[in-house]
C-alpha cells in the first residue's frame, strides 16, 4: 500500500491514522455554529474537516410525493421530501470561503464532498487539497472522471458498491491519471450497527485494489474505528457535532468534541501498538529479563548435600539457572557450602552438568 500526501500530511503505513471530521449539516443552518465546530474540531485533534457541497436543486427534483418522499419508519428522516431534507442539510457555498480560512488559520486540512460538476469547479477556485466521493455517488462515473482529472488526491466510500462497481469507479479515476486513492470501508445506514459493518473488507480493498485504506465509520462510540486501525485502516472519517443534543439532520450518529479527542488519542495507540513481528525481548524489556524466575538455593547447604524439593526453588530474579534444568539437579550434590539465597550455577554443582 503506498503512501498519500495530503496538503502535507502523509497518509498510508507508517503513519498515525489521518482523522477527518465530517460536519454534513450538522451546521444547522448557522455560520456562527459552523465556524464554533471547525474551532472544536482543532481542538480535537482531528486532522481535517470535511465539508459537503450541493444545493437541494443539484441533488434531486423539487417534489413531494412518490420515489421523492422518505416514508420509511426506520429512517431518521421520515416525513422529509428529499428536496427538502437537502435543503435544510446543505452547506451555503457563500461559507466555504470562511470555513476554509478559519481551518486554515488553525491548522485543519480542510476539503469537501462535490455532489455534481459544478461543485467540483467551485470547490477548485477555493484550491482545496483532495476530494471526497460519497457512497451514493461511487457509480456516477462522469462526475469521478471529472474529480480526477483535477489531480487531487481522491477519497472513495465504498458503500453499497460490489467489487464490480468499485472497480468501475477506480478504473475511471485512473484512466484520467488520478493515481492517488484512498478507499473507505463505509456502511451506508445511519447509524450502522458493528454488526453490519464488516471491516474485515478494509485489507482485502487495500489489496485489491492497491490502494490506501480506510473506514467512513456511521456506528456510535469508536469501536470500530480503533478495530479498523488494527487491520490497516489508515485513514477514519467520522460525523461531528458540537451536541447531539441540538438536533439537526446527522446528529444523532455525530461525535461529540470529547469524543472525538478520545477518537484521536487511541487510533494513534492503536496504530503504535501495531508494530512488527516480533519476538523476544525489546528494547525497553531487556531491563526486564532479570526478574524472570531461575534457580536459587533455599536453605543453607553443606558440600556434599543433595538438591532436594526443600532446598531448591525457582525463584525471582533470574541471576541463576534456567527453571528448565531443576529436574536435572534434583539428587545431584553441591561442591561446596553454601548460603540460602545464592544463584545456583553449574560451577556449584559437584561434577558439573556430567555427574
Known amino acids: 500500500m503506498k503512501e498519500i500526501v495530503i496538503a502535507g500530511r502523509k497518509i498510508g503505513p507508517g503513519n498515525p491514522p489521518f482523522i477527518i471530521a465530517e460536519m454534513s449539516g450538522n451546521h444547522n443552518q448557522s455560520l456562527e455554529r459552523a465556524l464554533e465546530i471547525v474551532d472544536a474540531v482543532a481542538k480535537s485533534g482531528a486532522d481535517a474537516l470535511k465539508l459537503q457541497t450541493y444545493t437541494a436543486d443539484t441533488m434531486t427534483l423539487d417534489i413531494d410525493d412518490g420515489e421523492f418522499f422518505i416514508d420509511d419508519p426506520n429512517s431518521l428522516w421520515k416525513g422529509y421530501s428529499l428536496h427538502k431534507l437537502y435543503q435544510e442539510a446543505y452547506t451555503p457555498w457563500e461559507w466555504h470561503k470562511p470555513i476554509f480560512d478559519r481551518c486554515h488559520e488553525l491548522g485543519l486540512i480542510c476539503f469537501s464532498t462535490p ?116 487491520i490497516g485502516a489508515a485513514v477514519i472519517e467520522k460525523h461531528f457535532t458540537l451536541r447531539r443534543n441540538d438536533g439537526g439532520v446527522d446528529s444523532t450518529f455525530s461525535m461529540e468534541p470529547d469524543e472525538m479527542n478520545t477518537l484521536v488519542v487511541e487510533s494513534k495507540r492503536a496504530w503504535q501498538a501495531l508494530g512488527n513481528v516480533s519476538y523476544g525481548p525489546t528494547k525497553k524489556e531487556v531491563a526486564s529479563l532479570k526478574y524472570r524466575r531461575s534457580l536459587y538455593v533455599a536453605q543453607d547447604m553443606k558440600s556434599g548435600e543433595i538438591f532436594t524439593p526443600e532446598n531448591l526453588r525457582a525463584v525471582r530474579p533470574n541471576l541463576g539457572l534456567p527453571p528448565k534444568y531443576y529436574d536435572i539437579l534434583l539428587g545431584k550434590r553441591i561442591a561446596t557450602d553454601i548460603k540460602k539465597g545464592t544463584p545456583v550455577s553449574w560451577g556449584l554443582v559437584l561434577g558439573g552438568l556430567n555427574e
Open 115 to 230: 455532489f455534481d460538476e459544478s461543485a467540483v469547479d467551485f470547490l477548485e477556485s477555493l484550491e482545496v487539497p483532495c476530494y471526497k466521493i460519497a457512497s451514493f455517488e461511487n457509480t456516477d462515473i462522469p462526475l469521478i472522471r471529472k474529480v480526477a482529472a483535477t489531480g487531487k488526491p481522491m477519497i472513495i466510500s465504498s458503500g453499497m458498491a460490489t467489487v464490480a462497481e468499485l472497480d468501475e469507479a477506480v478504473r475511471a479515476a485512473r484512466s484520467v491519471g488520478c493515481e492517488d486513492i484512498i478507499i473507505l470501508k463505509c456502511t451506508s445506514t445511519y447509524p450502522a450497527t458493528p454488526e453490519n459493518t464488516n471491516i474485515l473488507t478494509i485489507p482485502h480493498l487495500g489489496s485489491l485494489f492497491d490502494v490506501v485504506v480506510g473506514v467512513s465509520d456511521h456506528t456510535m462510540g469508536i469501536g470500530v474505528a480503533i478495530a479498523g486501525v488494527a
